[in-house]
Structure formats: C-alpha cells, structure tokens
T-cell receptor, first 118, second 115 residues
Framework: DAGVIQSPRHEVTEMGQEVTLRCKPI?????LFWYRQTMMRGLELLIY????????DSGMPEDRFSAKMPNASFSTLKIQPSEPRDSAVYFC????????????????FGDGTRLSIL | AQKITQTQPGMFVQEKEAVTLDCTYD???????LFWYKQPSSGEMIFLIY??????QNATEGRYSLNFQKARKSANLVISASQLGDSAMYFC????????????FGEGTQLTVNP
C-alpha cells in the first residue's frame, strides 16, 4: 500500500522565492496534517484538515504561510516569500478520523521535505 | 506545563538486551490516546504503537510493548531484544479528545544500540 507521498524531498532556494510543498495522503484517510521539525522547536503542527476543510491553523507562523486541500488526495503548503528561518523539515501526515470512536487512529507520516532557504 | 515529558535525552543499550524509554503525560481528559514514533537518521517518522486511555491491556506490537500506568500518567515504551537497527530518535505523543485531531509530541529520546 502506498504511504503518504511528499514532494519534493529536498528544496534549496533563495530568500524571497515562493516555495510549494506537495502531499498526497493515504487513500481513504480523511485527516491531513502539516508539521515542521527543527532542532530548536522540535515537531510543530502547522495546520490540519478534516474532510478537506481546515480545522486548526493556529500553528501557521504568519501570513507568509498558506495551505490548501482542494480534494481528498492532494494538499499544498506554500511559503511566499520564503525566509532563511523557514529552513526545516516539513512533514505531511494523514490519518482516518472516526467520529464517536473511542480508539484514535495513528497518523502516518510522509518522508518529509528538507527545505533550505539561503 | 509540558503535556508530554521524555526525561531521557539519550539512552544506550547493548544489542539483544531490553530497553525502556520513559514518557509521562499531563491531561485532564478522560479520553486520550498515546503513540510512539521512531525517527531513524534517514529522517522518516514511523508509527510504532498505540495505547488508548480506555484500554485495559498494555499494547504490544512485535518487540515493542507499552507499559501503561494510568494513575501515574506514564506510557513507557519497552523494546525487547534490541537490534542495531533500533538506533533512532523515539517520540512519545498524545492526542486528547478536547484537542481534536492534534498530536502533541515530546522532545524525544535518542537511542543508541551498541554491538
């Protein structure tokens, strides 16, 4: 079974450029998450979607960051304009959200995008 | 206050021995889930094991087991018969009912398995 697919795996770009990260969740999953991982701050949740609708974007650092999920099989995280402090590993994860179920389903992560802003 | 605390920044274990990685959590929810993830040096995040707050039995998955002590709010990961490939960063995480689908992660424990 295909896992969460992220692209690109690595991105190096200059400050001020627009960066678009892409994610294809596991088929059948209805929740999608974007995380950022840095040495200083660890793993931070940026935003998550249930059934393609953004539910919690309180972790999005500022207006330079935006995320969309136009359909159940695709999401993007965009940074415009990018800054050196945005350098990090960005993970996308997906899970199955079941209403009324006492068991919580695990989030499955993609391999991440290693972003370097020069 | 930290919701997830992993007090061991680094742990060492001899190959074939068992090791316990500590995790304590803080929540006032009655319904919550606890997860462990492994992050090898290659960077991917791998789901290992899950324990629900209502589960009466400790979770097990192959060589991984979770020592769940609800009253002490601890969810320690036990890895039996350590292998060299177990060397990685291990993260404990919690999902609370009142936090929607949000996962809160601990800072991680770096495990090194020595031959």
């Amino acid at each position: 079974d295909a896992g969460v697919i992220q692209s690109p795996r690595h991105e190096v770009t200059e400050m001020g450029q627009e960066v678009t990260l892409r994610c294809k969740p596991i088929s059948g999953h209805n929740s999608l998450f974007w995380y950022r991982q840095t040495m200083m701050r660890g793993l931070e949740l940026l935003i998550y979607f249930n059934n393609n609708v953004p539910i919690d974007d309180s972790g999005m650092p500022e207006d330079r960051f935006s995320a969309k999920m136009p359909n159940a099989s695709f999401s993007t995280l965009k940074i415009q304009p990018s800054e050196p402090r945005d350098s990090a590993v960005y993970f996308c994860a997906s899970s199955l959200h079941l209403l009324g179920n006492r068991a919580y389903q695990p989030q499955h992560f993609g391999d991440g995008t290693r972003l370097s802003i020069l | 206050a930290q919701k997830i605390t992993q007090t061991q920044p680094g742990m060492f274990v001899q190959e074939k021995e068992a090791v316990t990685l500590d995790c304590t959590y803080d929540t006032s929810d009655q319904s919550y889930g606890l997860f462990w993830y492994k992050q090898p040096s290659s960077g991917e995040m791998i789901f290992l094991i899950y324990q629900g707050s209502y589960d009466e039995q400790n979770a097990t998955e192959g060589r991984y087991s979770l020592n769940f002590q609800k009253a002490r709010k601890s969810a320690n990961l036990v890895i039996s018969a350590s292998q060299l490939g177990d060397s990685a960063m291990y993260f404990c995480a919690m999902r609370e009912r009142t936090s929607g689908s949000r996962l809160t992660f601990g800072e991680g424990t770096q495990l090194t398995v020595n031959p």
